[in-house]
């Protein structure tokens, strides 16, 4: 997890073949409320989602192909992420 200015703020390791988001509970456990979580659609699942909304913060993820229900996203923050 990196903060706005993409300097590291907390680190996990995984193992080789372990999707990156099994560690969303304990990085996203420090979330600090108010703040915006950009993430790549890898990361589209309603626990993420529930998670960051549990720490009373935003999830601007763009969703899968697959997923049914409409979510809250902004193209337009999450295109702005790659400008800093």
């Known amino acids: 997890m990196v903060d706005t200015n ?8 995984t193992a080789g073949e372990a999707h990156d ?9 420090s ?9 790549d659609r890898g990361y589209d699942a309603n626990w993420i989602r529930e998670l960051v909304r549990q ?9 899968k192909r697959n997923r049914k229900d409409p979510i809250c ?3 337009y923050l999450y295109r702005a992420r790659n400008l800093i």
């Open 31 to 39: 979330l600090l409320p108010h703040t915006m979580l950009l993430a």
């Open 55 to 63: 720490q009373a913060a935003w999830a601007n993820i763009p969703k």
């Open 73 to 75: 996203f902004s193209s």
């Open 6 to 13: 993409g300097l590291p703020v907390h680190l996990a390791l």
């Open 21 to 29: 988001n099994r560690l969303c509970s304990v990085l996203l456990g």
